[in-house]
């Protein structure tokens, strides 16, 4: 018996073992085939993520993990954003960021509901955030009080920043700026011939701008010149303010007198100058105004930090330099109008600032979406039994959301712009000022004079809309494409019937939206390289001017890319890679330009004066007595009314 016992005994350990054994090879087939599978899907997942026909792909409107988990292949960064959502343009409304215990992050993709936000009619029930709010709105750090700035750019709406808008208003739009023209061609070319006669002419072009644009803003706003050390200290400690993320704010390299940092020591430098200004400067107008005097400081800080005359200059030359033949260069500076034209292209592709403040909505909302369409049918439900955004007939607004509006993804968004990666003044050619959209009689007679009308559409396309109804064309295009998923189609036994589906589909969805009756109304809320609503740049007239003038000057002084290399930049990078808008205040090169510029062949600014004409707003196209036919064409065409604007939809 005992015998037996044993035999069982050890039988039972037996099936033990086997059975452990068992279930770890059991254990181990279910983890290899799970990790496989898991694998096959992530990868899967990754090349519908980084598909060639990803453009071509329905927007993934709302919130969406797939879109944040490209932003995290991408990089956690402005830059992604950026890039992923100007990859896709069909369907796109806007991004939902959710955050633990914040309110809601839109960034948004569509000019209707830039609209919306911005719109004179709708405004009113949007607030700017101040610059402490949107540090909050996207981390989890409260802002550091010792950085605390209340200068008008960065407090929203609050009575300081009114104070500053009623004083200093009167100076940016009535000020007649081709007062200074002069001295804004002697400042340029004396910083030219220093760079000729220290370096042989040859430089860095993103150095030159904005040592040039910064001590321009010393001499017309404040009416002060800073000479050795005094200046170099000011230009790095500017250098290192709008770059927050720059190694050399950490490592010491700065050097700055006193060990000041970038903020403390530009503020400081602000406030002595700007109490000392001349009698007529915007620095001796803040001094003398109603503006509290604890805010007087931060403001005469404040505009040291007007730099986007070196970014808009920066890009524009560089355009004007990668015309192989030269012909570019040669237009931009002997055809005022043109070298509107090329700003303007520059602006929109490379607009200053890298995102506006968010807005913060008042009030639940409920608008309607642009992208509703009822002859379409409904797309199968998602897991959770949701109605895709794209097919509701209102987007719902909840009080309390951030939008955020980031001007790239706007002046990228191809069923608005055409062939928007191309740099293309011409695009401008009926449309060449960038300060003519006023709300005057004028303006119902210019918008009919519109250059890029339906985005992404030839001319004998826009005649077929206007010959018919536009449901009529609809119906009859998506009969063509209809016919093209079925087996007649050859490309159907090349690449396959689910292929041809998507793209006969994509092709029906972007002539749709390319035609939509209110295209031409909205095309305007998709360029705002000055900002939008009452908060725009409010000296964006003499901001241009200083672009006009020192785009002009390189040009007559020959400039040219070093050893005639082009940058990599422009030979092989997309548009977002050309740009570094991660820990930058503005959108910044990411790569360097060098240029060789050339001893001035005149030291007489006289006949240089007389041809840079800035025409950067119709005020000054009178005054400045330029004899064109186009110009004069162009005017009589915009009947363009007196420079009376005091609309509260101009910004700082």
């Known amino acids: 018996m005992s015998f037996n016992m044993a035999l069982a005994t050890e039988l039972d350990s037996v099936s033990y073992v086997k059975i452990a054994i068992g279930g770890v090879i059991l254990s181990i087939i279910v983890s290899v085939s799970t990790a496989v599978y898991t694998g096959l899907y992530f990868v899967g997942k990754y090349r519908e993520l980084t598909h060639k026909n990803r453009s071509d792909k329905p927007f993934a409107n709302g919130f969406s993990m797939g879109t944040l988990l490209r932003v995290l292949l991408e990089g956690l960064s402005l830059d992604s954003f950026f890039k992923i959502m100007t990859e896709t343009c069909r369907n796109r ?83 007649d700026f081709t007062s200074v023209d002069k001295d804004m061609d002697r400042v340029i070319c004396e910083h030219i011939d220093l760079a000729v006669s220290e370096n042989g002419g040859n430089v860095e072009l993103l150095n030159m701008t904005l040592t040039i644009t910064i001590d321009l803003v010393l001499q017309l706003l404040y009416g002060t010149v800073l000479k050795g050390d005094d200046f170099k200290n000011l ?101 005022p109008i043109f070298r509107q034209q090329c700003i303007k292209e520059s602006l929109r592709m490379y607009p200053p600032v890298p995102s506006l403040f968010p807005r913060i909505a008042q009030k639940d909302m409920e608008i309607p979406n642009p992208l509703y369409d009822e002859r379409k049918t409904p797309t199968a439900r998602s897991w959770f039994g949701s109605i895709p955004v794209e097919e509701r007939k209102t987007i719902k607004i909840k009080k309390g959301i951030r939008a955020f509006v980031i001007p790239s993804v706007l002046h990228y968004d191809e069923r608005f712009w ?20 006023k709300n005057t009689a004028a303006t119902a007679i210019f918008e009919k004079r519109k250059t890029v009308n339906y985005g992404g559409l030839l001319s004998t396309a826009t005649e077929k809309i206007k010959s018919k109804s536009r449901l009529n064309f609809l119906e009859e295009i998506s009969k063509f494409f209809a016919g093209n998923k079925t087996s007649s189609n050859i490309r159907n036994f090349m690449f396959g019937h689910d292929h041809e589906t998507f793209m006969a589909d994509a092709s029906y969805d972007n002539l749709a939206v390319r035609t939509g009756p209110d295209v ?113 064409d162009l005017l009589a065409e915009a009947m363009l009314a007196d420079d009376s604007d005091d609309s509260s939809d101009d910004e700082e």
Not at 107 to 125: D, M, Q, R, W, Y
């Open 235 to 335: 230009v790095k400690s500017l250098a290192g303010y709008i770059t927050p993320g720059s190694p050399s704010l950490y490592d010491g390299t700065l050097d700055l007198p006193g060990g000041a940092s970038c903020f403390d020591y530009h503020r400081k430098v602000g406030a002595e100058i700007g109490r000392n200004a001349k009698p007529g400067t915007l620095a001796s107008i803040i001094c003398a105004s109603a503006i509290p005097e604890d805010l007087k400081d931060e403001n005469l800080a404040f505009f040291l930090e007007a730099l986007t005359p070196a970014f808009a200059s920066f890009w524009a030359i560089c355009h004007a330099l990668t015309d192989k033949t030269g012909e570019m260069a040669k237009q931009i500076k002997n055809d």
């Open 418 to 437: 055409f062939n928007p990666e191309s740099f293309m003044p011409e695009r401008w050619e009926k449309d060449p000022f960038l300060l003519e959209m």
């Open 520 to 632: 031409m109304e909205l095309q305007p809320w998709c360029y705002m390289p000055m900002g939008l609503g009452m908060h725009a740049c409010l000296g964006r007239r003499l901001a241009l001017r200083m672009v006009d003038a020192i785009l002009y000057n390189f040009l007559d002084n020959e400039v040219t890319f070093y050893n005639g290399m082009v940058p990599s930049m422009f030979a092989t990078k997309t548009h977002y890679e050309r740009v570094q808008g991660i820990d930058c205040v503005y959108y910044m090169p990411a790569d360097p330009a060098y240029i060789t510029v050339n001893p001035r062949k005149s030291l007489s600014f006289k006949d240089k004066a007389n041809m840079r004409v800035s025409v950067v707003d119709y005020v000054e196209l009178r005054k400045s007595g330029i004899k064109s036919k186009k110009l004069t």
């Open 93 to 175: 409304l806007y991004t939902v960021v959710k955050l633990p215990y914040k309110h809601d992050l839109w960034l948004v993709g569509h000019p209707a509901i830039v609209k919306e936000i911005f719109g004179p009619g709708t405004s009113k029930n949007w607030v700017r955030a101040t610059k402490d709010e949107s540090i909050e709105s996207l981390t989890f750090e409260k802002p550091d009080p010792k950085l605390a700035n209340r200068a008008m750019l960065y407090t929203g709406s609050d009575s300081g920043w009114k104070h500053t808008r009623v004083a200093l208003t009167p100076f940016f739009y009535n000020k």
